[in-house]
Structures are given as C-alpha cells and as structure tokens.
C-alpha cells in the first residue's frame, strides 16, 4: 500500500474544495462537477451533454445488469444513480463526507475511503472500475518536483487490476483526466502567482494549485504506468467539451449575482463555507471568477491541457 507524507495535506485541500462546492453550488442547482458530451453542438443543454457522458462511459465498461462497478471518486452520485437505473451494482468511494451524505439521502451505497486504503476485502470484486475525473487529484505539484507521479499512477493501476474480478468477462477501467499540453515546471506551482506576469502560464497554474491542488499527468504517462496491468484499447478527445461546460458554469454563477431570487440563498451559502475558511474560499473565487483560471486551461485557440477520456482492458 502506497503511503506518501502529503496525503494529508492532498486530502484535507480536497475536503475543503469539495465543502466549497457543495454548499456554494447546489443553491444555483449545479450538483454535477464533470464535464458533458455536447456531440460537436454547443447549444446541447449542459443536464443532456452531462447525461451523454454518463451513458458513453458505462457503455464502454459494458454497465448491464447484474454488473459490479467500483467509482473511485463518485461526487454527488450522478453516475452512480445511472448504475443502479441499469440494474447493475455500483459502489463509490469519495474523501468528502459531505457527499457521503449526499449520496446516502439518495439511497446509494458510497464509502467515506481513500482509493489508497483499499484493501484485500474488494479483491476480485468488480467488473470494472470508472475514474470520471479524480485522476487529477492523485499526485501534488510536490510529489511532482520528487519524481513520485509515475509511482503514484503505477499504484492505482496495481490497485484496479487487484479489484478486478479476473474471470469477469468486462475488466476495464475507464477514466476521464486532464493531461499537461505545456508541462509547467511542479516547482514553480508551489510558489505564489504573484512571482509570475499576470495571465502567464506560472501565474494560472500557480492560482490553480492553491484553489485546487493536484497535478496532471503527460501524454502517454498512464500509458507506461499501466502497461503491466492493462492495455489502452480506446482515447477520445473531450478537451472542447470541458470548455463547454465550464464555460456554461461561469455564466450559471454570473447569472445567480443578477437573479434577486437566487442571490440571498447564494450569498448565505458562500458566507458560511467563508466564516469556516476564509483564505481557501477567496482563493477559490479569485481563482474561478477574477482570473479564470479554472476556464483558462480549456479556452481555444490553444489550451494548455487536454482533456482524454481513455478505456483499458485487464491483460494477462
């Protein structure tokens, strides 16, 4: 079992992103932190384009009855609710109990675990195991400036191919994870934005590390990471579909500061995650709605990410 010195901090900066939106959010009716299909039309209702990300996914992990699905970073349970209207059996893991409740009031079976933590009771347990977007989270800028991010993906692939039932006829993962186009140097990231010009690279990635953590991987990392474990049989570009939808999230925000109706239970939420914590929740908002950063690393003409969403099959 993989242990490394900034988990706690990985886990507590997760919490506290996650305290952040699902106070903040739900007031304006955004429970669903992933991103859609929009099918080449912007004009596809985000409920729909996230819908049609849901279903592509558990088409390509063959999601039918009787089918059992590990979701290691459930969120709000969207997918999972999916699962379960498919006749298959779902099982999420999350490190925020505030969507471990979430998830219960809806009936559906999440556990408060780190993927890390797994243990030898889920060996051989599932069919597949789906990652819709927490691979972003496993690895800090600092275990990147050590070289730990090939150890820390090896791990996780170890840890699907242990929970893998190896006579299920399925045995896939399947993950939807943003991937550095231009790497940034993890070391500049650790350092303050203000070190950097204002909208440079080092300046966005530097206000994304403090407002979310996390690293991404390279192009064909997860590759050389799995290959013992599992072979890559299918990639699908979704880099213009997370701008679609982060783009429709800015305006979602924008438009509850205009709506008289929606303002006082918005406002509400963001001062109580802001009288718990302060610094993290102006970050956050500096982060998302002054230098949007967040919308940055996918805006066209040449964003500095891509967003994949990959399949692999079992081997061996």
Known sequence: MLKLESDKERLKTTKVNYIFWNKIFPTIELTDYTEGMFNGDPDTPIDVAQLNQINYILDEVECGKGVRILEVGCGNGHLLEEIRKRGANGIGITISPEEVAFCKQRGLDVRLLNYRDIDDEWTHKFDAVIANGSVEHFVQAKEASQNLDDAIYRNFFE????????????????????????????????????????????????????????????????????????????????????????????????????????????????????????????????????????GWQFRPPNPPIKLLRQTWKYHG
């Open 159 to 294: 840890i699907c191919r242990r929970v893998i039932n190896p006579k299920s006829s399925i045995k896939k993962i399947i993950n939807t994870t943003i991937f550095f186009v231009r790497k940034p140097d993890p070391r500049n990231l650790l350092k303050s934005p203000f070190a950097f010009s204002w909208g440079s690279d080092n300046f966005h990635w530097s206000m994304l590390n403090k407002s979310f953590a996390g690293w991404y991987p390279v192009e064909g990392q997860l590759e050389r990471c799995a290959k013992d474990y599992f072979n890559l049989v299918k990639t699908v570009d979704g880099t213009y579909d997370y701008h679609l939808t982060s783009e429709h999230w800015l305006r979602r925000v924008k438009k509850a500061f205009t709506d008289f109706r929606e303002l006082p239970k918005f406002i509400r939420a963001f001062l109580s995650v802001l009288i718990r914590h302060p610094v993290h929740t102006l970050t956050m908002t500096a982060c998302c709605m002054v230098t949007q950063s967040w």
